[in-house]
């Protein structure tokens, strides 16, 4: 059964993807020059949903930069604009 669920929108439509508590979920998502991975996993010790965010450098330069967030997330956290 999926615990994790991603979609993505482009020019093609809209697709879905799912991730199990077990095997937990990666999306990437790059421009030329900047781009984010996410990964998603079950912490089986605390219970919770633990999430990583990174940088890096694109489709240009696709090497891994600092890590923008890395633990959990609750429904109070923001996007600043």
Do not use: C
């Amino acid at each position: 059964m999926a615990h994790f669920r991603a979609t993505i929108k482009g020019q093609r439509g809209e697709a879905s993807r799912l991730g199990s508590k077990s095997q937990g979920m990666r999306v990437t998502v790059r421009g030329w020059r900047a781009g984010l991975t996410i990964t998603a996993r079950h912490d089986e010790a605390t219970g919770e949903d633990v999430f990583n965010i990174a940088s890096d450098g694109g489709t240009d330069n696709a090497e891994q930069a600092p890590i923008v967030l890395d633990g959990t997330i609750d429904a109070t956290v923001r996007a600043k604009a």
